[in-house]
């Protein structure tokens, strides 16, 4: 490993009170490329702090210095579910024997309990056990002057042996590769723990985290996809087996002939050589470019939409609903094949179903007919195809071919827009909600002063660094106070989404008397003759797209960074976390600086 010869690396004793002062300073990062998310059960934390307050030794830490951001920060490559698990017993998420830590015990502590942003919980593990657990010594290894590449292969090698790890995340640690950042962007998406950039504070991590625990942060298991419908069991998803299912999907979309499902394909879909195999990285490489990344992206989540939309019908979950068949590690070769076969009827045949209603109920007891699904070990390019087939033989009569030209332009986004607004909680720099695009308290009244607001915000998330990328949805409010005032005026109900709640605009094209088509060419006029730069404006009215979301009507802008800072009014505007701030004389050398000359 060449890129290691210049680094240096130290070892070291580090107490839990200095790591926490560091991690209050947000210098702990977690690069999303292999730390994807934190797992561990309140259980597993619990037992982590039994073994610090009775001081036997816990596994070492390894970090590494790296500049993000201009800003020097610690990447954590190992070791981020036992640091995340001891920062929440420091503020008091959870109790080890039914007894809380005493928040007194730290100045970092009790300075945020003062400021009233943490809250001390009972009954109070006694002072001195909480000074002993505050003192306890972690050892820390830091890798210093690392390359990304380096940091790569220093995760892989210790992971390589499968003991902390399963064998998709070693295979997607660190990878480049397109294929490994489509299965991560959709295992995300479909969780429910995206971030918007692979770089996340480790304090905000717990935002995004898969819990067993139904608490006011993170993911609660049982409601993920896979769990939900009983397609992957809890610990299957905790081991990524989740993304090695979407690796199997994707390369059936992807692949033609169908090539064979299991351990030997998946490793080759990830190897660098050029080998002759039907799932070689190069050839898949060569079909990602043909046919484009963002539409297979695009498609596998159309056909995921349309199954979860039709079950929601059925009220009932995957498992219970298409078999009788029942597996406490899931069935995921017969949602496999499912999948594959409703995507194919989609986007090859170009059908869609009769009616959501017929097709769900097409789907009762669907495996219970005489369809034979194999069991383990490798799957089959061949037998795969002749299941599907016939799979698409016992659909296709709930299906026809649309007549209706627009039928799919509004089409449903679910886990894309769950996905993205989640993003919201690590991002908020670059992330704006709007409830609408009229006055609260008269829908037939476009708000002007709003409208120019969402575009010099949008000129200020472009100008947050280079190639940045921002987002704005309008037909969200961000608290319950709008939502109440949305119901109290046009009696839309809203749906909550974590903090969130989602209002739509129907009711306003409604009361402003236009359609969707109508309305949209008018929003591109306006921002096209704007008061941002022409060039700006032009490249942001191509993102403003209309979806639908249930029975809500929404819009979605996406800012991007230009190759140098843009004005809004003659006036340049930054990001400053959820604020937007204008850019004084004394701020502009460092705004010129987030853009260097390429």
Request: hydrophobic share 40%; glycine share 6%; aromatic share 10%.
């Amino acid at each position: 490993m060449a890129a290691a010869d210049s680094t240096e690396l130290s070892v070291k004793g580090e107490s839990l009170q200095q790591l926490y002062s560091e991690y209050g300073k947000n210098r702990f990062l977690i690069n999303r490329r292999y730390q994807r998310k934190l797992v561990w059960t309140v259980e597993e934390k619990e037992r982590l702090i039994d073994s610090v307050l009775k001081k036997l030794p816990i596994p070492l830490i390894l970090l590494a210095e790296s500049q993000h951001e201009d800003v020097a920060r610690l990447e954590v490559i190992d070791g981020l579910q036992r640091l995340n698990a001891l920062f929440a017993f420091i503020e008091n998420e959870f109790p080890v024997d039914g007894k809380f830590f005493d928040i007194e015990t730290l100045a970092d502590t009790k300075f945020l309990k003062d400021e009233g942003r943490l809250a001390q919980r009972e009954p109070i593990l006694d002072r001195a056990t909480c000074r002993d657990f505050t003192n306890y010594q972690l050892p820390v290894s830091t890798y210093r002057s690392a390359s990304e590449s380096s940091v790569d292969e220093v995760f892989r090698r210790i992971n390589s042996s499968g003991r902390y790890l399963s064998p998709q995340e070693i295979r997607q640690a660190g990878s480049t590769m397109e294929i490994s950042g489509l299965v991560r962007r959709i295992s995300a998406a479909i969780r429910g723990d995206s971030s918007l950039t692979d770089y996340v504070n480790l304090n905000d991590m717990p935002k995004i985290s898969i819990t067993n625990r139904n608490l006011s942060y993170g993911i609660f298991d049982e409601g993920i996809f896979w769990i939900k419908q009983g397609i992957l069991s809890n610990d299957s998803v905790r081991e990524s087996r989740d993304e090695e299912l979407v690796l199997d999907l994707l390369l059936d979309l992807i692949l033609r002939p169908l090539a064979s499902s299991g351990l030997d394909y998946r490793n080759a879909a990830y190897a660098e050589d050029r080998s002759s195999s039907s799932t070689s990285a190069g050839l898949i490489r060569s079909r990602l470019l043909t046919l484009g990344a963002g539409e297979v992206e695009r498609r596998f989540m159309d056909t995921l939409d349309l199954i979860r939309e039709t079950l929601d019908i059925a009220g009932a979950p995957y498992s219970t609903w298409t078999v009788t068949q029942q597996n406490p590690r899931g069935i995921p070769r017969h949602f496999h094949a499912l999948f594959v076969a409703v995507d194919q009827l989609l986007h090859e045949e170009d059908l869609v179903p009769k009616s959501k209603k017929e097709f769900s109920a097409a789907l009762k007891g669907f495996w219970d007919k005489d369809l034979s699904i194999p069991g383990g070990g490798n799957w089959g390019g061949e037998r795969k195809t002749t299941l599907i087939n016939a799979v698409k033989g016992h659909l296709r009569p709930h299906f026809e071919a649309t007549k209706d030209e627009h039928k799919l332009k509004l089409q449903e986004q679910a886990f894309r827009f769950e996905s993205t607004l989640r993003m919201a909680l690590t991002e908020e720099a670059l992330f704006e909600l709007k409830q609408g695009f009229c006055q609260l308290n008269k829908p037939s009244a476009f708000d002007e002063g709003s409208f120019n607001k969402i575009l010099k915000i949008a000129s200020a998330m472009a100008n947050t660094r280079a190639q940045a990328k921002g987002v704005i949805f309008i037909g969200v409010a961000d608290d319950a106070s709008d939502a109440a005032a949305i119901k109290r005026f046009t009696g839309v109900n809203s749906q909550q989404i974590d903090r969130f709640h989602v209002t739509g605009t129907q009711h306003e094209l409604d009361a402003l008397g236009k359609s969707v088509d109508e309305f949209f060419r008018w929003l591109i006029d306006k921002i096209k003759n704007s008061k941002l730069e022409p060039r700006f404006a032009e490249a942001l009215a191509s993102t403003l797209k209309p979806f639908r979301y249930g029975d809500y009507l929404l819009w979605t802008l996406e800012p991007a960074a230009m190759s140098a800072p843009v004005m809004y009014d003659g006036k340049f505007f930054v990001r400053n976390g959820p604020n937007t701030d204008e850019v004084l004389a004394s701020g502009m050398i460092e705004l010129v600086r987030r853009f260097p000359a390429s």
